[in-house]
């Protein structure tokens, strides 16, 4: 079998954590083609043949591969799909834009944030929430595949795979680049972090939420909310984590002010070490924390700052 793996690329780099957990799922079903694509992907392309696995590495570079339009990678990898049975990438931001209309395009379904390959046509993802896992036997004769990272282990370097550069499908100009706005920061990204510090509505406001920040820095981690914390404007959305934000499993995540509705632990249950600090001891998130402190967040986040 032969398999599609699309590289997460950004700004030309590659995003080594999450290609490198999509190849190992990847593995399974076969020999490994990883595409790298973007205005610049060449540097991302010689990451990714170090990666242990990968067969073979195709380079797309071409100007209406960048600014992350996903009509001009969907038509890019429609276009080799003749050559693969399986077409997969981890589940990123980017990706969940991209291989849907890579499925409609071929025709077939979309087996999304799939965490676990039984064989070649079937595969075990998370639906409600979370709160089921169901297996999925496709029919189609091309499966269109994204892995949910976090619970797949990165692939290990060593690799030495052959470099190909190829050119860029026809551009469907059905999108075009405007600009982006990007929120600069220093702490590590949210989905790849060791420790991520999460603060909820329990916070009060914006200008607390530099509690959560505080002790985040402190610790070197990344900041995440709920989607309360976000609604009510105490936390950008890029930071949600849950069923409608981004999906994380740290080594430790501490839970500030949050509840623990399933929506929240969707994105957050398989963390390794949960840590909540919530004021009700009857609070749900309590029921998936290893550590609880119940206690009022402006006593006990401040303390455990200046304790760090
Ligand atoms: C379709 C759908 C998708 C959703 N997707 C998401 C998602 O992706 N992510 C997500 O997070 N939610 C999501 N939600 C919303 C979810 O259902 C909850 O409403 C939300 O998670 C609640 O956020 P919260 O825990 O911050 O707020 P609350 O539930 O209001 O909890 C606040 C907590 O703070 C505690 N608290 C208050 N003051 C203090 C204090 N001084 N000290 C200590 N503790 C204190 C309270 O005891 C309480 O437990 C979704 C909902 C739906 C319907």
Redesign the pocket.
Known sequence: MAVLLLAEVNNGELALDATAKAVTAAKALGDVTVLAAGASAAAAGEAAAKIDGVAKVLVAEDASLGHRLAEPTAALIVSLAGDFDHIVAPATTDAKNVMPRVAALLDVMVISDATEVVDADTFVRPIYAGNAMQTVKSNDAKKVITFRTSTFDAAGEGGSAAVESIGAADNPGLSEWVEDKVAESDRPELTSAGVVVSG???VGSEEDFALIEKLADKLGAAVGA????VDSGYAPNDL??????KVVAPELYIAV?????I??LA?MKDSKIIVA????EE?PIFQVADFGLVA???DAVPALTDAV
């Open positions: 909820g509505r329990g709920s989607r309360a914390a949600q984590v849950g069923q409608t934000g002010g949050i509840s623990g509705a929506q929240h994105g600090i919530n004021k009700d609070a009022d967040l402006f």
